[in-house]
């Protein structure tokens, strides 16, 4: 396989690829916020997360890290450094919730807001928090007319633990998740439609996670939640055309690029290309017949594209999940030139791939960025970042 990503590399840079990678980048695409608080401590304030109001910290139950939230706490979550502007037209919120054992189901809640603050109040519109249970949710929404938007299951309900003789629910999880597809929400909990916003009168672009209770007794009741799971938060670098990289089945040297639109047709592609290999790639940036400056082409090399088959990116291209820096690209330490590179690439300075090194391309200079085993990162360097 390296000697195949070598090849294939010295031969894609024939076709000018001014910017290279062989793995996911963060930066490329939509992005997935996954919290399971494997880097957090206990007792720490958990690292992803920035306050809206009240306390927090990591925990654990039952040797599982969890996010224990003080009673009206609220925490928003950070995404690429970013706590706001990150929600775009479809996106889904999911995370696992602890209720303690208790008297009444209605006591203890936890919130989803999908805007920053408490309540919101803009103009003729108004909104409280999606507020969720044990046995259910509810909301409240003014636009400008008030709409009172629930369902809760009945004490019987068998998810709801209650002990009749000791009158009393049993300690348990439930799964909440959210989704929004242009202005039309659902909830779910345990993958149980609780109910729709068929036209959410807020434009989200951001959301938090509160916790509450509805009583007046003392008994501090834990709220906790773990597995925190944001699906394709807006990046804005989204603009990618579908691309087909043809590399020789023998030698592994690419000898086309095609658009994916012009590859789905089995019987003409292996006619066209008999004794060939396929390759799914993903252009971001702009092209002409190759791609031109300031463009970013991502291949999947771990399997083979077979044509006729679904083009499904985020099979592969999953950010967050191979690209760990500082873990796994290490400039310097895989990279070896000299073993399996074409005659003739003499273009790398020094022994290794370093960072920050510059080489000369067809006209082009660019920068290495990174580099591991299986990839490398290149950077057109532009007339003024040269001066």
Do not use: C
Request: aromatic share 12%.
């Amino acid at each position: 396989m390296k000697a195949l990503h070598n090849t294939i590399y010295s031969s894609l840079k024939q076709f000018a690829l001014l910017l290279f990678i062989l793995f996911t980048g963060y930066a490329l695409g939509a992005q997935n916020f996954r919290d399971n608080l494997a880097n957090d401590s206990i007792g720490e304030w958990p690292r992803n997360w920035d306050v809206v109001n009240g306390s927090v910290a990591v925990n654990a139950i039952q040797g599982q890290k969890v996010i224990d939230i003080a009673n009206k706490a609220i925490i928003k979550p950070i995404v690429d450094d970013k706590i706001d502007n990150y929600l775009g037209d479809t996106f889904t919120i999911e995370f696992d919730a602890f209720f303690e054992k208790d008297k009444k189901m209605s006591y203890q809640h936890y919130q989803i807001r999908l805007w920053n603050g408490f309540n919101y109040h803009v103009g003729n519109t108004r909104m409280v928090p999606i507020n969720i249970g044990r046995n259910g949710a509810k909301t409240r929404i003014v636009n400008p007319t008030a709409m009172q938007i629930e369902k809760f299951s009945n004490y019987e309900h068998p998810k709801n633990l209650y002990d009749a003789e000791r009158k009393t629910f049993g300690e348990t999880w439930r799964h909440i998740k959210l989704t929004y597809d242009k202005g039309y929400v659902k909830l779910f909990i345990d993958d149980e439609q609780i109910f729709i916003i068929p036209r959410f009168p807020i434009k989200p672009t951001m959301f938090s996670i509160g916790a509450t209770e509805y009583t007046s007794d003392k008994n501090e009741r834990r709220s906790a939640i773990a597995n925190i799971d944001l699906q394709n938060a807006l990046n804005p670098k989204t603009d990618a055309t579908k691309l087909i990289v043809i590399a020789d089945k023998e030698t592994g040297k690419v000898i086309n690029m095609e658009l994916y639109e012009t590859m789905k047709d089995a019987e003409t592609v292996k006619a066209k290309y008999p004794s060939a290999t396929f390759y799914q790639a993903m252009l971001y940036g702009n092209y002409s017949v190759v791609p031109v400056q300031n463009s970013v082409i991502s291949i999947n090399t771990t399997s083979p594209y077979l044509p006729g088959d679904h083009f499904l990116p985020g099979d592969h291209f999953l950010p967050g999940d191979h690209f760990l820096p500082g873990d796994h690209f290490l400039p310097g330490d895989h990279f070896l030139p000299g073993d399996h590179f074409l005659p003739g690439d003499h273009f790398l300075p020094g022994d290794h791939f370093e960072t920050g090194n510059t080489f000369n391309l067809m006209t082009q200079d660019l920068e290495i960025l990174k580099t591991s085993k299986k990839s490398v990162l290149l950077k057109t360097i532009g007339e003024t970042e040269k001066n």
